[in-house]
């Protein structure tokens, strides 16, 4: 069984920096494009960014590029995000996803590209 664990939230001020961990296990890792995705309450899970199962390309949301750094560690099975000059509206619960497809050729942002997701870590930052 697949099973993604996250850890790093937590509550930071304006202009400060966090990093994210998502801990895979249950299949291969390497073999997997993976994601961070976002949620407030109200609205729809976001992309926030992604890296091929590689590990050679990534991609990001407009909102979060030049900011946030997404990285992979196939030895440990670990997906990271580190989050730099965080603002308000960074504000959500945020989730690893790791794609339904082996080795996938084209990076896709879509919800429906992921099949396995994990509980989330809320990330709050104040202004």
């Known amino acids: 069984q697949v099973q993604l664990v996250e850890s790093g939230g937590g509550l930071v001020q304006a202009g400060g920096s966090l990093k994210l961990s998502c801990v895979a296990s249950?299949?291969?890792?390497?073999?997997?494009?993976m994601a961070w995705f976002r949620q407030v309450p109200g609205k729809e899970r976001a992309f926030v960014a992604g890296?091929?199962?590689?590990?050679?390309?990534?991609f990001y949301a407009d909102s979060v590029k030049g900011r946030f750094t997404i990285s992979r560690d196939n030895a440990k099975s670990t997906l990271y995000l580190q989050m730099n000059i965080l603002i308000p509206g960074d504000t959500a619960v945020y989730y690893c996803?790791?794609?339904?497809?082996?080795?996938?050729?084209?990076?896709?942002?879509?919800?429906?590209?992921?099949?396995?997701w994990g509980q989330g870590t809320q990330v709050t930052v104040s202004s």
């Open positions: 249950g299949r291969t890792f390497s073999n997997y494009g």
């Open positions: 996803a790791s794609d339904q497809y082996i080795r996938r050729a084209v990076f896709s942002r879509r919800l429906d590209a992921y099949d396995y």
């Open positions: 890296i091929t199962w590689s590990g050679l390309h990534t």
